[in-house]
């Protein structure tokens, strides 16, 4: 049998790469829902955090074979674009958690939710990284629209306070509901139920709330990938480390979720690093053409991005925490 066609390059990276990390994918998420998560149950802290470790070992492995069959060069974009887009992804978890509260959807179910939102991500981020990556190759000077997109966006970001997003109010949210049956309450695990319909009697389908609730999560992606995906092609316009790295720290999310939604309180300094991260990354492909460099050194790059976020991270632990009550002493 010809296998010749396996090595044929597809976004400049041979089929049996892409064809590997999609079956390895593939594989991750049937072991997560076909044993881990095989009955729907609550995700304790505990067990997240358990998780979120597996995936993180699993995505920096991942790195670790692109550094060593690809080279260093390429490891260590892949490296900070999965350090991007993970603490990027962070930000997320505050809009998923108003999403389900919202909703009401019983943290039982919230896994599911989040798993078939996982496959939804696979496919439109597909989407957006592959007309990304043509835009970029027929039109070069797109990287610097995506830089200066970048800059702007973390200015924003630092200096307009967002408001905190009234899902009530959301323009979908009121159009499924005018358009479509829609229950009130939850049937369970289903996303989709039939039942008579209380003007006709007729027996119709309705969408319930956790089927909204998916939607919804799907569509805060799309929106957060308006700044993700620029920023990766910023780091690297290599369509495969791209692609791979956002996959990565994406696939840990549902894990991750259950762990920071209870402690999101804790990082309330770390958007102003994320901005911070943003124009760095905007910036040096301005900065790499002022120096006269083909490129802004990866190792770098990902030295700056790691010690902005850490930053952040550690700084927001440190102002967030429980002032310790002196103790009364009795004498």
Do not use: C
């Amino acid at each position: 049998m010809d296998f010749s066609f396996l090595f044929v390059e597809w976004l400049g990276t041979p089929l049996w790469m892409w064809s590997s990390f999609f079956v390895l994918v593939i594989a991750i998420l049937s072991f997560d829902l076909g044993i881990l998560h095989k009955q729907n149950k609550e995700i304790g802290v505990r067990e997240s955090v358990k998780l979120s470790a597996l995936y993180i070992t699993l995505g920096l492995a991942f790195g670790g074979w692109v550094w060593w069959y690809l080279g260093s060069e390429p490891g260590l974009a892949y490296l900070t674009g999965f350090v991007v887009e993970k603490t990027l992804a962070l930000d997320n978890v505050f809009v998923i958690a108003l999403i389900f509260s919202f909703f009401a959807v019983p943290r039982i179910y919230q896994h599911r939710v989040l798993f078939w939102g996982i496959l939804g991500v696979i496919v439109l981020r597909a989407i957006m990284i592959g007309v990304g990556a043509t835009l970029v190759a027929e039109f070069a000077w797109v990287l610097y629209i995506f830089a200066a997109f970048l800059i702007a966006t973390g200015i924003k970001m630092l200096v307009v306070k967002e408001a905190e997003p009234d899902v009530s109010k959301n323009v979908l949210v009121r159009f499924m509901r005018n358009r479509f049956n829609v229950t009130e309450e939850h049937h369970g695990e289903r996303f989709f139920v039939k039942k008579a319909h209380p003007a006709t009697g007729k027996t119709t389908w309705f969408i319930t709330p956790l089927f909204m609730a998916l939607v919804m999560v799907e569509v805060a992606d799309v929106i957060f990938a308006v700044d993700s995906v620029p920023a990766i092609f910023a780091i690297t316009t290599d369509p495969f480390i791209v692609y791979t790295s956002n996959i990565f720290a994406i696939l840990g999310l549902r894990a991750l979720y259950f762990a920071l939604a209870a402690m999101i309180h804790r990082f309330r300094y770390l958007k102003p690093a994320l901005a911070i991260v943003l124009v760095f990354i905007g910036s040096k492909i301005f900065l790499a053409d002022l120096l006269g460099l083909e490129k802004f050194p990866a190792a770098l790059s990902l030295g700056i991005t790691f010690a902005i976020i850490a930053s952040g991270v550690v700084w927001s632990l440190i102002k967030t925490r429980d002032p310790q009550q002196p103790s009364e002493q009795t004498l």
